[in-house]
């Protein structure tokens, strides 16, 4: 499998507007470069564009959404580190052949859509403690 990039980082938080008052003066932003709610995942988000890799603040928007239990459990922090691949699927396949455990959604399919691209988990436990994700996000908007 290769490895293009890291694509994005994310990370968890309890109160999104508060986080973008702290974290947007360091960036040099005043606003994020893309703000989306991901609905399946339970997700609002504000994405930074530092240099090619995506900085993500993420709230989730229900008590039971996987960014409230990091945070129920963690605290607030880094939740996430995803890397850019050509091919989501045929790292799937490599990656489960290489023994290495991926997470299902909710319906039990490993690749989950997202925009015009997919993205799954790799189990954290195999992974030094670290929720990794790959993606084969095509990063269209910085070639503008």
Request: glycine share 6%; hydrophobic share 35%.
């Amino acid at each position: 499998m290769k490895t293009n990039k890291i694509d994005h980082i994310c990370i968890a938080v309890k109160d999104l507007e508060e986080a973008k008052k702290v974290w947007e003066p360091l960036l040099g932003k005043s606003g994020p470069d893309d703000a989306y709610v991901d609905e399946p995942e339970k997700i609002n988000v504000a994405r930074y564009w530092v240099g090619e890799v995506g900085f993500e603040l993420m709230e989730s928007t229900t008590p039971d959404g996987e960014v409230a239990k990091f945070i129920e459990k963690n605290g607030e922090g880094i939740m996430l580190i995803s890397f850019n691949v050509d091919n989501t699927r045929e790292a799937i396949d490599e990656l489960k052949g290489k023994g290495y455990p991926l997470i299902p959604d909710a319906r039990g399919e490993l690749a989950r859509p997202f925009r015009n691209c997919e993205f799954a988990f790799i189990h954290p436990k195999k992974l030094n403690n670290v929720l990794t994700e790959i993606i084969d996000y095509k990063w269209e908007e910085l070639d503008k």
